[in-house]
């Protein structure tokens, strides 16, 4: 199985590679059109700013490949984000895979003093759907990093409480999308990576 | 629910984990691969690793210390130590590092947050802050390991520092650290409460109760502890039960 990993200016991209290989699957880290459409599943990582990612994938055209792409493709954190129709982040106009908004998050500051943004640690997940989350428990906890999320919506197959419900993640035909971060969620966030490799 | 999280420190020097008491005499508490591997597996939620190496090899010895770690751990971690450019950070995160810590450096050039924050983000961003109360009544900011005093207020450089960027404030009472007497609960509590960003609550952490008390009282979001872990004093899925039995959300 070829296995790819979308090389752009998003930071974490070797943590994901690292993650894969802890589970004993090989992946490549490639920018080349040809060979992410050669792949069998794509990983779409990132950690970063929502503009600029978006400016850097439009320069080397990888958001028109990305969107026609048909094998499974996994976002993950800013990914799943800029699969989205739109973020606030910057006012960026996203991939528009899913039809969820992305967000920033507003806490209430009378009754939420406490949530910080952006929100960092572990949160639970729930109301999961879908094989990616095969042999995953309700409330199972993953790891989050992220100051934006996107809405709750028809595309949502788990969902996160912070500030209120969002999407902690998405699925729309070979598109999923992961808020938090599989590949720092010890064993869980193995599981969905193995759940993912398996499609 | 968002959980609060238990960090435990490893500091390295020349590739081993020592510990000190109040900044000082270092012992040696193992392997930090390991060591961060077994509290992985313990339920840890994160790691901090901070170099104490003072060697010119430090760069490339720290960054092949990372890529070991982040390939036999599957939580985040955060690594401190020396990093005083964009550059340094790069190479750390290349190899596998969530978050970088800093510290002296960015006091001596704050404009090296802004910078690192707008390169990574702010979510990567860790100051750690060595304060110490003095007979004035005040915390004042130390540097270098602790050796050296300076004429600012913690919490002044602390809001400074989130106003260029920093994502999180890793805070360490001089005062309390390698005593085992509790957390220092009133300035984390201060920070907490004047600081949008979350705070890492450090130094003096000995009993159980003590965690509870810097989550209840002063509302840390992470405790981070160094000595009563390597040497075995608190487990930590005993430590988490604990806190779950008194109505902390922790991951268990």
């Known amino acids: 199985m070829k296995l790819v990993i979308i090389k752009y200016n998003a930071g974490n991209i070797q943590s994901v590679l690292y993650a894969l290989e802890r589970i004993g699957v090989e992946a490549i880290v490639t920018d080349d059109h040809s060979a992410i459409m050669a792949a069998d599943k794509v990983i779409f990582p990132g950690v970063g700013e929502a503009s600029t990612a978006m400016q850097y994938l439009q320069d080397r055209q990888l958001d028109k490949l990305i969107v026609s792409l048909t094998q499974p493709v996994l976002g993950i954190c800013l990914g799943m984000q800029l699969m989205c129709a739109y973020s606030e982040e910057n006012n960026t106009q996203c991939l528009g895979i899913f039809e969820e908004r992305v967000q920033k998050f507003q806490p209430n500051s009378i009754v939420q003093a406490n949530l910080k943004v952006p929100q960092i640690g572990w949160n639970t997940i729930t109301h999961l759907q879908t094989p990616i989350f095969n042999q995953i428990k309700e409330n199972s906890y993953c790891y989050f990093v992220h100051g934006y999320y996107a809405a709750l919506g028809e595309h949502t197959i788990a969902q996160t409480d912070y500030v209120q419900p969002y999407s902690s993640a998405l699925h729309k035909n070979n598109f999923y999308g992961l808020q938090f971060h599989p590949e720092k969620s010890a064993g869980i966030g193995e599981q969905i990576l193995k759940n993912f490799i398996q499609l | ?252």
Not at chain 2, 39 to 58: M, N
């Open chain 2, 1 to 252: 629910m968002l959980t609060k999280r238990i960090i435990p420190c490893l500091d390295i020097r020349d590739g081993r984990t020592v510990k000190g008491v109040n900044f000082e005499n270092i012992r040696d508490a193992g392997d930090p691969v390991e060591l961060g591997a077994f509290y992985a597996a313990q339920g840890a939620d994160e790691l901090v690793f901070l170099d104490i190496t003072a060697t010119i090899e430090k760069r490339k010895t720290l960054s092949e210390l990372v890529n070991r770690i982040s390939h036999h751990i599957n939580i985040p971690f955060t690594v401190g130590g020396g990093i005083s450019s964009v550059d340094d950070v790069s190479v750390l995160l290349q190899n596998g590092a969530d978050k970088i810590s800093v510290n002296t450096s960015a006091y001596k050039n704050p404009q090296l947050i802004k910078d690192l924050a707008k390169e990574f983000g702010s979510q990567c961003i860790v100051l750690a802050i060595d304060t110490k109360l003095e007979a004035d009544g005040n915390w004042y900011v130390y540097l270098n390991g602790g050796r050296v005093k300076t004429d600012s207020k913690c919490i002044d450089w602390a809001k400074q520092a989130v106003d260029l960027g920093a994502g999180e404030i890793l805070l360490t009472s001089m005062n309390h650290d390698g005593t085992k007497q509790g957390f220092a609960l009133d300035i984390t509590a201060t920070l907490v409460e004047i600081l949008p960003v979350p705070i890492i609550a450090s130094g003096g952490g000995g009993t159980m109760d003590h965690f509870v008390d810097v989550f209840t009282t002063a509302k840390a979001d992470a405790a981070l502890a160094a000595s009563i872990f390597h040497f075995k004093e608190i487990a930590i899925p005993d430590l988490k039960a604990y806190l779950n039995e008194k109505g902390i959300i922790v991951r268990i």
